[in-house]
């Protein structure tokens, strides 16, 4: 059993518990070992001996069951390659959605690193309430991978959605999400997020609304599937991923520098990142003047100059041999119209393997938008993502790209 991966299935009160039965059958016949976390209320429905016959380990129950044992939420968290909770009660997602660890189960979660599963099981009104499905968004937006609730005869009797899904369709969600937490471990992936800024005077810039949002959500990802990873930052107001090297950067000059630093050794680069075109071809020290004067420049007469076109830059560096792991180059066309036209023109001209398409004019995905909808466009292919949240619009674009 040691040589196994370990699946943690995390049980709660549910009349779905008995189910999870046959999930750790499932889940011992694709080869892992299974050991079981259950809340309290989750012991009403299934004996905790009945998980022990069935896994060969003891049940974790109790914060405190054994003093002489290591912090037992940190070491239980610890061992799993994938943390499951199946079935996940609405009491039990609002935990993990607004960061209550007041148990054993939910305080494993909050210390757990993996790829975590939820699999919804309520009442059709419980989960269709708009607090619930705001949960269960918060959890996707943080990589969290939700199998959707079936539909059917419910135990309180009426029938609709929310019945726990088939275990073999959770199982599949588990092993997917397994090999996707190795399927990018020794690979270098940078990625550009944010805006430029390009400096006017000592009080102006010009910019655009990218939030950094969709970039840091694929540096999430990336790091989620092992990847070393290098962000490259314009100015947002995001948290760092923690375990990414960020370069911070400013002007689209400065992007240029930072991107030429880390690209040689790049297996993966996507440009993210709202590169302003233009900047004021002188920039100066003191604020200037709405109106010109003899003897001062003013705002009506500031030159522009055209900024190096990162994406066709790393195309031409790429395409001469100069990057020595011929890195996967992936764009971004943030258009306003005739989104996928200009999409494939940009494809061709930057000399690049993926452009992702998406429409910035809509306010529900685009710029500061937590949502996205793209699509992918390959020289041979384009696959059209539906709107998600960004975290897992990131990872479908990591799977097409592995």
Not at 112 to 130: H, T, Y
Not at 274 to 296: I, T
Not at 365 to 373: L, Q, R, T, V
């Amino acid at each position: 059993m040691a040589d196994k991966k370990l699946v943690l299935l995390g049980v709660t009160g549910g009349i779905a518990a008995y189910k999870s039965c046959e999930l750790v059958r499932l889940l011992q016949g694709a080869e892992y070992s299974v050991k079981v976390v259950m809340t309290k209320h989750g012991t009403e429905f299934v004996g905790p001996a009945t998980f022990r016959a069935l896994t060969g380990y003891e049940v974790a129950l109790d914060l405190f069951e054994d003093p002489q044992k290591p912090i037992h939420h940190i070491s239980l968290a610890q061992e799993p390659d994938c943390f499951v909770i199946a079935p996940a009660t609405a009491n039990v997602i609002a935990k993990l959605a607004q960061g209550v660890a007041d148990d054993l189960l939910t305080t494993t979660a909050v210390a757990f690193q993996g790829p975590l599963v939820i699999a919804p099981a309520m009442n059709e009104a419980m989960l269709n309430d708009v607090t619930m499905q705001e949960n269960l968004d918060i959890l996707r937006s943080r990589g969290v991978r939700i199998v959707e609730s079936g539909a059917g005869y419910l135990a309180c009797g009426d029938q609709g959605a929310g019945r726990l899904a088939d275990v073999e369709v959770i199982k599949d969600a588990m092993v997917e999400e397994v090999s996707r937490s190795v399927d990018l471990v020794g690979k270098h992936v940078v990625i550009t997020a944010g805006p430029t800024q390009e400096p006017i005077d000592a009080v102006r810039f010009v910019s655009n609304y990218s939030s950094g949002k969709m970039g840091y959500a694929l540096a999430q990802e990336a790091l989620a599937r092992g990847a070393e990873v290098t962000l490259i930052s314009g100015p947002t107001s995001l948290r760092t991923p923690e375990d990414a090297t960020t370069l911070s950067v400013q002007t689209a000059l400065e992007m240029q520098e930072a991107l030429k630093s880390v690209a040689s050794d790049a297996d993966v680069i996507i440009c993210s990142a709202a590169v302003s075109d233009y900047r004021p071809s002188e920039r100066f020290d003191r604020k200037l003047k709405k109106s010109d004067n003899e003897d001062s420049p003013s705002l009506k007469s500031i030159a522009m100059i055209e900024n190096p076109d990162l994406l066709a830059e790393l195309g031409a560096m790429r395409k001469a041999g100069d990057l020595p792991k011929n890195p996967i180059l992936v764009g971004f066309a943030a258009e306003t119209g005739e989104m996928d036209k200009h999409a494939k023109e940009k494809l061709s001209s930057k000399g690049v393997d993926f452009v992702i398409a998406n429409d910035v004019s809509r306010s529900d995905i685009g710029f500061n938008a937590d949502s996205n909808e793209v699509t992918v466009i390959s020289h041979n292919n384009e696959i059209h993502l539906q709107s998600a949240p960004k975290r897992v619009t990131a990872r479908q674009i990591f799977d097409t790209i592995v």
